[in-house]
T-cell receptor, first 108, second 112 residues
Framework: GQSLEQPSEVTAVEGAIVQINCTYQ??????LSWYQQHDGGAPTFLSY????GLEETGRFSSFLSRSDSYGYLLLQELQMKDSASYFC?????????FGSGTRLLVRP | NAGVTQTPKFQVLKTGQSMTLQCAQDMNHEYMSWYRQDPGMGLRLIHY???????DQGEVPNGYNVSRSTTEDFPLRLLSAAPSQTSVYFCASSYSQSEKLFFGSGTQLSVL
């Protein structure tokens, strides 16, 4: 079977740094993605890690450790508009499987 | 360049009715997929396609059919709607499953 675990909710202050963790168990693994979804909207792509290490895109970074079946999304210099749900997604042999999501609330 | 277009945006069905959710993309993407999202939950994969003429089941395929006769279109058919199929449905496409997914705006479906 396949399972992804991520925290259900995280709260942080504007300007701070927050890390959202994701652990996974899958049969077949090709990479880990992260998506952002605002309430009432569609998910939008943030990052993709196929290899171990850190990928940086502006204020967002994503990390993967294949040996630990673990990844995280790091958001820096938080802004109010970052309040949204964040999903880790496993690329498992043509199937993209979403985690249940982490709801991030950014407070002033 | 419209991206991924889903229709309709809203739909109400009675139990037992059938309908087709339309999805079209104009980016020449090979990979297309359908997800459903229930309140407060992640997206669950219903069916996917890696190219015209090729489809396969995802995590929750029961009660749904798909076909991929062209690269552009990937319709989702509900054969006999049930209240458990009340959900928001998203269609997505990408060049391959390891590339970023582009999502349609979603269809809010209610089955009474």
């Amino acid at each position: 079977g396949q399972s992804l675990e991520q925290p259900s909710e995280v709260t942080a202050v504007e300007g701070a740094i927050v890390q959202i963790n994701c652990t996974y168990q899958t049969s077949g693994f090709y990479g880990l993605s992260w998506y952002q979804q605002h309430d009432g909207g569609a998910p939008t792509f943030l990052s993709y890690n196929a290899l171990d290490g850190l990928e940086e895109t502006g204020r967002f970074s994503s990390f993967l450790s294949r040996s630990d079946s673990y990844g995280y999304l790091l958001l820096q210099e938080l802004q109010m508009k970052d309040s949204a749900s964040y999903f880790c997604v496993v690329d498992s042999s043509y199937k993209l499987i979403f985690g249940s999501g982490t709801r991030l609330l950014v407070r002033p | 360049n419209a991206g991924v277009t889903q229709t309709p945006k809203f739909q109400v069905l009675k139990t037992g009715q059938s309908m087709t959710l339309q999805c079209a993309q104009d980016m020449n993407h090979e990979y297309m997929s359908w997800y459903r999202q229930d309140p407060g939950m992640g997206l669950r994969l219903i069916h996917y396609s890696v190219g015209a003429g090729i489809t396969d089941q995802g995590e929750v395929p029961n009660g749904y059919n798909v076909s991929r006769s062209t690269t552009e279109d990937f319709p989702l058919r509900l054969l006999s709607a049930a209240p458990s199929q009340t959900s928001v449905y998203f269609c997505a496409s990408s060049y391959s499953q390891s590339e970023k997914l582009f999502f349609g705006s979603g269809t809010q479906l209610s089955v009474l």
